[in-house]
């Protein structure tokens, strides 16, 4: 006999039966989440019929044999009301089974705190989760380039490109960055030129790799082809986005021009880009309002991509406000970033579109904490709000799991995938949609 806490994923994993039956007859007592049957709910209102249907059977049948039991883990970021259970049978052993990394390591200080608990996802057997280290991987880093000549970009009337042919730099509408100089030139192009601290053979061998890759999406701003000035390396070409505003100066404009509904979609489309990279193991690193540009709630675009990092090459741009921690030089250079260290400039942007406030906005004092990124003034507990300013009234327009995704991210660092929140996004956009088309009846 065993208690078996079982995330929902798992039920619809191919030959789960087996195992589930196999409990059962050993006499296991079968936790989930206290909300599953919105779960169902919502997958039913997605359109993912066969889904709902096999989890709401799977759960019919361990009802009628009475071993199944519901507790509340507030959408798997809180363990505590398990933690209980598991205390008051410890003679007992525990096994925990989720096919979602972010679940594991939700659960990861019980598997740390009690020597009878596992966590193991099912893939026609059973899989025991490793501890992942935390250590960096290294990226690729010379400590002496001499590989390539340093060239004074701001002289430059024109550069070459192997794909394009020489290309005429319009000096008359230029953008400076942290990097270098974009210049616009023909065929609505853009040529990045960097600084001499970025002329690197790193770079270069980057910018190479990524040629390679073959990207098929029309939002992300992939680069085109390695400039050069006589022989010299200098920087890349890349499209350029017209009629488009930086998020930035929306932000900062108060997202006039767009309603509510519409910074919902923009929120959408602009996690479906970053998703798209991080499916082929590509981290955009700069992620930052101003390297995104917004033509339409459908026309969101990721530019200035030759950042990304990619392989064992790895970003070395950082902007303090769009990072958990400040990274020093010498890590930006040699050491690789994780998905992990991703998820706070998605949630901060994220929650800066859907709030209209930096996510440490103090609505106390109304000025921002920026010393300690872990202070977060916006309560789950949606009854201690005692008067609604703007930004908790947004705050309460958004979906109870969107809450819950900011809050413990926030406040405790627990991070909810992409994959979660685009569904989600998805979810709330077309119960939206249903509600207007219902009113216009």
């Not at 989760?129 to 590989?147: C, E, G, K, V």
Request: a negative charge; charged letters at 25%.
């Amino acid at each position: 006999m065993a208690i078996v806490f079982i995330e929902e994923s798992c039920f619809l994993a191919p030959g789960f039966i087996n195992l589930l039956e196999n409990l059962v007859n050993d006499g296991s007592l079968i936790y989930v989440e206290q909300q599953i049957e919105q779960t169902i709910t919502n997958l039913k209102a997605q359109n993912r019929f066969k889904e709902a249907y096999i989890i709401e059977g799977y759960l019919d049948i361990l009802e009628s044999l009475a071993v199944l039991k519901k507790i509340t883990t507030n959408s798997y970021f809180d363990f505590s009301h398990f933690d209980r259970v598991i205390k008051q049978n410890q003679n007992l052993s525990v096994l925990i089974l989720t096919q979602k990394e972010s679940v594991y390591k939700n659960v990861l200080d019980l598997k740390n705190k009690y020597k009878h608990v596992a966590i193991a996802r099912f893939s026609q057997n059973l899989i025991y989760w490793d501890d992942n280290s935390n250590d960096a991987l290294d990226a690729f880093y010379l400590d002496n380039d001499q590989y390539i000549n340093k060239v004074d970009i701001e002289n430059l009337d024109y550069v070459y490109s192997p794909k394009y042919g020489h290309l005429c730099l319009d000096k008359r509408k230029t953008f400076k960055g942290g990097e270098g100089i974009l210049y616009p030139t023909y065929n609505n192009q853009l040529c990045k030129l960097y600084f001499k601290d970025h002329q690197t053979y790193v770079n270069f061998k980057k910018l190479n790799a990524m040629l390679e890759i073959d990207i098929h999406n029309p939002f992300i701003n992939w680069p085109k082809d390695i400039l050069f000035y006589k022989n010299d390396f200098v920087g890349y070409l890349m499209d350029e986005v017209k009629a488009a505003e930086s998020l930035d100066v929306l932000r900062i404009n108060a997202f006039k021009g767009y309603n509510i509904f519409e910074r919902y979609l923009i929120s959408y489309n602009l996690l479906l880009n970053i998703d798209y990279l991080h499916k082929r193991n590509i981290i955009v690193g700069d992620l930052k309002l101003d390297n995104i540009l917004i033509k339409s709630p459908e026309e969101v675009y990721l530019v200035d991509c030759g950042s990304c990092q990619i392989g064992d090459f790895a970003c070395n741009v950082c902007h303090p406000e769009y990072t958990k921690r400040v990274y020093t030089a010498d890590e930006l250079k040699q050491k690789l970033r994780t998905v992990e260290d991703e998820y706070y400039p998605i949630n901060k942007i994220i929650f800066e579109i859907l709030i209209g406030k930096n996510p440490n906005y103090n609505r106390y004092s109304g000025e921002v904490d920026i010393e300690n990124k872990n202070n977060f003034y916006f309560p789950l507990d949606l009854s201690e709000i005692k008067e609604y300013t703007g930004e908790l009234y947004m705050w309460r327009g958004l979906s109870e799991r969107m809450r819950t995704f900011f809050y413990y991210y926030f406040k405790e660092n627990k991070i909810t995938y992409l994959s979660e929140w685009i569904n989600e996004l998805e979810l709330y956009i077309k119960n939206a949609q249903a509600m207007k088309i219902k009113g216009e009846r």
